[in-house]
C-alpha cells in the first residue's frame, strides 16, 4: 500500500515520538506513511543507543513460529521496501549456521528436517557446499552448514544517520534533536529546556532508559537490561566478502527457534560441561560484514545487576578464542571495541503499555529489533487504531 492510499485510509493526527532508535523510526514511518504528521525527539545530536551497536542482522530465523515469525518476515519485506525507496544499503545475504561438532551437526541435521512444517525456508549444506558459499567458515573440523535465504544485512550506523533524512523528505517528518523529552501528559510532551508540543498521540520508544519517563511502569514491567559485547574487524582486503551472516555452533542455543529440536539439549549439556564460562557470560559467536568491508563480531549477554559500565578483557579473548575455531578472515586486526545494552521483555517481541489516554509505550525488543521493528510498527498501527 503507498503513503496516498494510507493517508486517505485515516484522518491524519498529529503524532509525537520519543526516540530516534530503530523503534522510533519504525513507529515514524508507520505512522507518516499512513499520512499523518510526525514529530520525532531524540536527546542526543544523533541516536547512540542500541540501534547503533548491533550486527545489523535482520534475522527472521531466529524468531519462533507462529506470529513472531510473521512479524520478523513482515519486517523483511519493510527493509526491501526501503532499499528500493531510499539509498539505504540492505543486502539480502541470508545465513549460515556452523556445525564444527556432531552434536552441532545433530541440531542443524534435525532442524532442517523439521523447519520448513513451520516455515522456515532453510537447506542443510555439506561442507564442500558451506565452503563454496562461504570463504569465511573454517574449514578445521567443519562438518556442514545450514543455510536460510531470509537473512539482511544492513548497516546500523548508517540506517540511524540516514533514516531521518529519508523521513523527512519524504514523508515532512520533523526531528527535533538534542530534545530530552522529560514530562509526559495527555496529549503533550515537555522538554527539559522549557518548550512544549501538543499532540494526539504520543508514541514514547526510549530503548533503556527506565528513569527519565514514566518509571513506575518500568518497575513493574518485568523488562530487563542486557549489556552485549562487540567487535569490529578491519576492512577486509581486495575486496574479500564473508557471504552470508555466519552463525557459531554456540548460537543454536541463543536463539528460539532451535527449541524445538530434542538434539538441542545434548548440545547445551556439553558447553555447560566443557565450557562453563560461556554460559556464565551469554557467549554465543556470529559475524557479519557492512558495506565497507568491515567484519563486525559478538556477542556476549550480561543481565541487570550484572551490567557494568566497563567492558571485560575476558569476555573479549573468549568471544575471539570461539570465532577463530569457526571463521577464518583474512586480516583479524579489531579495529573497534565497544559494548551495547537493550531492554528485553521476555513476554513478547515488544513490550507494550498505555500509560495515558492518547500515549503508548514501545520498547523491549531485546536483541531482535533491528528484526522486528519495522514488522511491529506497523502491527502495532493496525491493531491500537480505533
Ligand atoms: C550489541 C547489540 C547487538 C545487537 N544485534 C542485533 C542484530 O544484529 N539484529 C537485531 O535484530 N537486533 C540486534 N540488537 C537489538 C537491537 O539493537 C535493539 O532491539 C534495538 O536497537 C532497540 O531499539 P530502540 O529504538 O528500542 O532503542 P535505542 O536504539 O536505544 O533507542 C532509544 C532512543 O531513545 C532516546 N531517548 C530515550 N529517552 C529519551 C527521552 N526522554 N527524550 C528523548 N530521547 C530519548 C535515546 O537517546 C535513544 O536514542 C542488538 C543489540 C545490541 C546492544
Redo the contacts with the bound molecule.
Keep these: 500500500m503507498t503513503a496516498e492510499s494510507f493517508a486517505k485510509a485515516e484522518p491524519p493526527e498529529t503524532i509525537g515520538i ?7 523510526l519504525a513507529h515514524a514511518w508507520s505512522a507518516a506513511r499512513r499520512g499523518h504528521r510526525v514529530t520525532v ?4 545530536p544523533i ?13 527472521p530465523i531466529g524468531q519462533p513460529s507462529g506470529e513472531a515469525f510473521a512479524i520478523a518476515l513482515r519486517s523483511r519485506s519493510c527493509w526491501l521496501e526501503l532499499r528500493d525507496q531510499s539509498e539505504i544499503w540492505v543486502n539480502p545475504c541470508g545465513s549460515i549456521h556452523l556445525a564444527h561438532r556432531e552434536d552441532e551437526w545433530a541440531v542443524l541435521r534435525e532442524f532442517s528436517r523439521i523447519g520448513p512444517d513451520f516455515g522456515y525456508s532453510c537447506e542443510l549444506l555439506s561442507r564442500a557446499e558451506v565452503l563454496a558459499r562461504s570463504p569465511g567458515a573454517n574449514p578445521d573440523g567443519l562438518l556442514g552448514g545450514l543455510f536460510s535465504p531470509m537473512e539482511l544485512c544492513v548497516d ?1 550506523r548508517a540506517v540511524i544517520r540516514t533514516m531521518p533524512g529519508w523521513l523527512a523528505d519524504r514523508f515532512g517528518v520533523s526531528f527535533q534533536f538534542q ?4 514530562r509526559v501528559e495527555p496529549g503533550r510532551a515537555r522538554s527539559a529546556d522549557g518548550r512544549s508540543w501538543t499532540f494526539d498521540r504520543l508514541i514514547v ?5 527506565f528513569e ?2 514514566f518509571p513506575d511502569v518500568f518497575q513493574h514491567s518485568g523488562l530487563r537490561r542486557c549489556k ?1 559485547q ?1 567487535l569490529k574487524a578491519a576492512a577486509q582486503p581486495d575486496g574479500w566478502t564473508l557471504g552470508p551472516h555466519l552463525a557459531s555452533g554456540l548460537t543454536l542455543r541463543h536463539y528460539a527457534n532451535f527449541e524445538v529440536t530434542e538434539s538441542l539439549t545434548a548440545l547445551k549439556q556439553r558447553i555447560a560441561t566443557e565450557a562453563p564460562e560461556l554460559d556464565q557470560f551469554g557467549i554465543h559467536v556470529m559475524a ?1 560484514q557492512n558495506q565497507a568491508g568491515e567484519i563486525i563480531l ?2 556476549s549477554h550480561e543481565y541487570d545487576d550484572a551490567i557494568a559500565p566497563f567492558d571485560k578483557a575476558v569476555i573479549d579473548d573468549l568471544m575471539l578464542r570461539e570465532l577463530r575455531q569457526v571463521i577464518q578472515l583474512p586480516d583479524w586486526s579489531i579495529t573497534e571495541r565497544w ?5 528485553k521483555n521476555a513476554a513478547a517481541p515488544v513490550f507494550e503499555a498505555e500509560p495515558m489516554p492518547g500515549v503508548s509505550i514501545r ?1 523491549g ?9 519495522f514488522g511491529l510498527a506497523e502491527h502495532s498501527w493496525e491493531t491500537t487504531r480505533s
Excluded at 525527539?41 to 542526543?44: G, K, T, V, W, Y
Excluded at 530534545?179 to 522529560?182: D, E, K, S
Design positions: 520519543v526516540g530516534a532508535g530503530i523503534v522510533g525527539f531524540e536527546r542526543s541516536a547512540s543507543g542500541a540501534s547503533v551497536r548491533n550486527f545489523g542482522m535482520v534475522w546500523p530534545t530530552a523529552i522529560t520508544c526510549g530503548g533503556s532508559d527519565t519517563l552485549l562487540m557479519s559478538g556477542d559494548h551495547g545494552i537493550y531492554a520498547t525488543t531485546g536483541g531482535s529489533g533491528m528484526t522486528m521493528s
